[in-house]
């Protein structure tokens, strides 16, 4: 990636932004509920339907409404800013519903309808708060230590929020732990709608009608290097467990996700030169590089190849939001931030699927070489674009 420069805003200055902690901490309460709900969601329904297929599938849809719709929820909340209310109270009833129809062992299809409407309804917190720094900051410089900050603080929730699911279900039981979600779902929420209705108008989202972020020229191309990132480390994770064993697994998947909230510290601490626009391309390919060092079979190496790349991973996340706010006009860009976030989880499951594929019939070692392949493939489609895109309009970031 191009050389740091000095002179970046310091993150202690983007948390004394005017109106930042209320609306950073509500949003990360907020968030907690995402990050805990995993894992007693998925022993709520074994324990509501007796079956581990049956709360495998149901929980596997849960969460390809939740990314599918994400978008949708967005641009509802953009235009309609009183949604955002509807959808946390319609969130918090039908997971309280959920949660006793599991209790309760009542029929498997309304236990698994239950949880299909409530994957409609989660409210769009992430790419909401995304837009809110980008209307808080005063400049770019600004805006990049805060959606570093934001990310890393992101991704830090979801790595714990599985180990704090694990203790509410070892003292509560699965269903009353998902009961509990609910309540940091009120009190998440509640947070940010009385800290947003504390900001001036200014600050909040604008409601300007605009068409999709999809249809922004530039914007369909960030996508896809995120859509590769997030497949590229579902495979990783699958071959890893064929070739070294669960806890080794376990071991990598940890430093991968150190290395995400290092590495998106250390980009968001400096102003960085070159055009916004190349730096996807420059992480894909750096990601490359790190997925292909697991074919050698050597442990360290592997260890530092899965912490460089959850860096590359975050950094390429924290890129992509950025070049929202470049690309996207307003009235759009927190559904621009959930397009995001959906290309993350689609690849995801793809990775899954053709993980597990790949490992079986050609082992771990063609996978890991597969996966870098992929990256690469992705490297050379974004270079393609973003140089055109540079020639046509040399990007304001940088300097």
């Not at 790419?127 to 720094?133: D, S, V, Y």
């Not at 504390?198 to 068409?211: K, L």
């Not at 290309?343 to 499951?349: F, K, P, R, T």
């Not at 990775?351 to 790949?358: H, P, R």
């Amino acid at each position: 990636m191009s050389r740091p420069s000095r002179g970046s805003a310091s993150y202690r200055a983007v948390l004394t932004l005017p109106h930042a902690p209320r609306l950073f901490t509500a949003a990360m309460l907020a968030r907690l509920s995402y990050g805990v709900i995993g894992l007693p969601l998925l022993l709520a329904l074994y324990e509501g339907t007796g079956s581990y297929a049956v709360a495998g599938t149901v929980t596997g849809l849960f969460g390809l409404v939740v990314a599918l719709l994400g978008p949708a929820r967005a641009r509802l909340v953009e235009r309609r800013p009183a949604a955002l209310t509807w959808l946390s109270v319609s969130y918090t009833a039908l997971l309280g519903g959920l949660a006793t129809a599991c209790a309760v062992h009542a029929p498997v299809p309304l236990i698994a309808a239950t949880a299909l409407v409530t994957g409609v309804c989660p409210p769009p917190v992430g790419p909401l708060m995304r837009t809110l720094w980008g209307r808080l900051a005063a400049d770019e410089a600004q805006r990049q230590s805060a959606l570093s900050l934001d990310t890393a603080a992101e991704s830090t929730v979801f790595a714990l929020g599985p180990l704090l699911g694990g203790f509410l279900v070892a003292a509560l039981g699965a269903p009353v732990a998902v009961g509990a979600c609910t309540v940091l779902v009120l009190v998440g929420f509640g947070l940010l709608a009385a800290a947003l209705r504390g900001v001036p108008s200014s600050v909040r989202p604008t409601v300007a009608r605009s068409g999709s972020p999809l249809r922004a020229k530039g914007f369909g191309s960030v996508l896809l290097p995120v859509l590769g990132a997030a497949a590229a480390f579902t495979v990783f994770e699958i071959a890893v467990v064929a070739a070294q064993g669960t806890v080794a697994a376990g071991v990598l998947t940890t430093l991968f996700a150190v290395g995400g909230v290092l590495g998106g510290l250390v980009y968001g601490g400096h102003r960085w030169r070159g055009p916004l626009r190349l730096r996807p391309v420059l992480l894909v390919a750096a990601a490359a590089c790190c997925y292909a060092v697991p074919a050698l079979g050597v442990l360290p190496a592997t260890a530092v190849a899965a912490l460089l790349a959850g860096a590359c991973t975050d950094v390429l996340l924290i890129t992509a939001y950025q070049l929202v706010e470049e690309l996207v006009p307003e009235g759009a860009r927190t559904e621009a931030g959930a397009w995001v976030n959906t290309a993350y989880n689609l690849g995801a499951a793809l990775g899954a699927a053709a993980g597990g594929v790949l490992v079986d019939r050609a082992g771990p070692t063609t996978a890991f070489g597969g996966t870098a392949g992929l990256l690469a493939a992705c490297a050379v489609v974004g270079a393609a674009a973003a140089l055109g895109a540079v020639r046509r309009r040399p990007s304001p970031v940088g300097a």
